[in-house]
């Protein structure tokens, strides 16, 4: 049984969550695999808006397995905060979720080294959230970091190690001019919470091919987006990690010829949340506008994002980068009821006109948008169950996105729960009974 995998298609926050619930009734599985705390996905269901940041965002189907794949830097005590909320509002996770022993921890002293970093940057920040992602996937490869196969282990040997890695990371504080961490503490508090997490690290990779293996339907489930890609996107202003559909794969322990169905998430409008180039970013009271009207606000930090029209040249760029099999147009409310509509079509760069995402960011601050406006459509006339009945300014639209960035789309949000979402003849169907 193949996998399907969902990736952002702009610079995260494109509505993943409400799309990978909407399908999981037709999975089995969903996996995580990539990211950790710095990802905010919110569902909303006739049992309330729930927030997910490590936890994969379909596990509010009972009958679906979440796995946290070895792709991910993963905050122990964030993740069992979150666990408690879920529980808390009555959602049974026993024997449902699975942690790769192979993800990365993400550590205190790795939080503190992600804000030091950014205060030093001054002016030239990224925009980082401070959750340790980026100084978690440094000691990945610099081969320093710890696993959560720790957790394995006996707690006096989890405590020892411990330990000895936070001494050693004092030693990079103090250089910071920080006040060291109390080893013993952050040892104690690991080994607390050896307990409430060994029952649920296990070998993922021998796991995610066992249920393949079995004909479990696994959906790949990526945070981000493919334009904070730390290889593609435009770098520094990027993520730590790879969202692309590269990442899925190196992420979970699948082969490549294991995904059937890559599917890409695109925001009707585009929003950016940290520094960095963003062509068709709007300012003023049009950006302030369209925040409002998106309630384009951080799921994890609350932080207001950047907000612009959409970009064919940046969606075109991502299609290629991953294939996408089709799209998925969500928040096309947001927009509706505005008497104009625009569409970001071409970059004009030193006096020329150029179609393709330039790999350089200095290039790509140089930028100014091609616009291409199209008249718009009322809130009201959206609100329908089939393509074919939206209003024809909306589809004009959607069609005219397809032929910009050369991918279809198959399924359109029109609000935040999951009954308003259409989907079009032909799509990639999915059993979701």
């Not at 049984?1 to 619930?21: L, N």
């Not at 030093?120 to 710890?146: F, H």
């Amino acid at each position: 049984m193949s996998a399907t995998v969902i990736v952002g298609g702009q610079w995260g926050d494109e509505g993943k969550a409400k799309v990978v619930d909407f399908l999981m009734g037709g999975h089995d599985v969903v996996m995580r695999f990539q990211g950790g705390a710095n990802a905010g996905h919110t569902v909303v269901t006739g049992a309330g808006r729930f927030a997910f940041h490590q936890i994969p965002s379909g596990l509010l189907y009972p009958h679906v397995t979440a796995i946290l794949g070895n792709g991910m830097v993963i905050d122990p005590q964030a993740f069992l905060s979150e666990l408690q909320d879920l529980v808390a509002r009555g959602i049974d996770v026993k024997g449902r979720i699975h942690i790769s022993s192979a993800a990365q921890i993400v550590m205190p002293y790795h939080r503190m080294i992600d804000n030091l970093l950014e205060a030093d940057l001054k002016k030239e920040s990224i925009g980082v959230t401070g959750k340790g992602i980026g100084p978690a996937y440094a000691d990945k490869y610099l081969r320093r970091g710890l696993r959560m196969g720790l957790f394995l282990k006996d707690k006096a040997e989890l405590f020892d190690i411990v330990k000895t890695k936070v001494n050693d990371a004092n030693k990079l504080l103090v250089l910071f001019g920080a006040p060291p961490l109390s080893a013993e503490k952050v040892a104690s508090d690991f080994a607390g919470m050896r307990d409430r997490l060994a029952g649920l690290v296990v070998d993922t990779q021998e796991l995610v091919h066992d249920m393949k293996a079995r004909g479990k339907r696994i959906l790949l489930e990526g945070a981000q987006g493919a334009l904070l890609d730390i290889d593609h996107g435009t770098y520094p202003f990027v993520t730590s990690s790879s969202c692309t559909v590269g990442g899925a794969v190196t992420g979970t322990g699948l082969a490549p010829r294991d995904i059937g169905r890559v599917i890409g998430i695109f925001k009707a409008y585009l929003t950016r949340v940290g520094n960095g180039p963003m062509p068709s970013e709007l300012t003023g009271d049009s950006g302030n506008e369209l925040r409002e009207r998106g309630h384009e606000y951080g799921t994890t930090t609350g932080r207001p994002r950047r907000c612009g029209w959409f970009d064919v040249v940046g969606g075109r760029y991502s299609v290629l980068l991953s294939g996408y099999d089709e799209i998925v147009l969500t928040k096309l409310d947001v927009i509706s009821g505005l008497p104009r509509v625009k569409l970001c079509v071409a970059y004009e760069l030193d006096g020329r006109r150029v179609t393709s995402f330039p790999q350089n960011p200095e290039d790509l601050a140089r930028c100014t948008p091609v616009f291409e406006k199209m008249p718009g459509w009322s809130a009201e006339e959206i609100k329908v169950d089939r393509y074919d009945a939206l209003p024809a300014g909306a589809r004009a639209f959607i069609e005219r996105i397809e032929k910009g960035i050369g991918a279809r789309v198959s399924f359109i949000s029109t609000g935040a729960a999951r009954e308003e979402t259409i989907v079009r003849d032909g799509a990639y169907s999915f059993d979701r009974t």
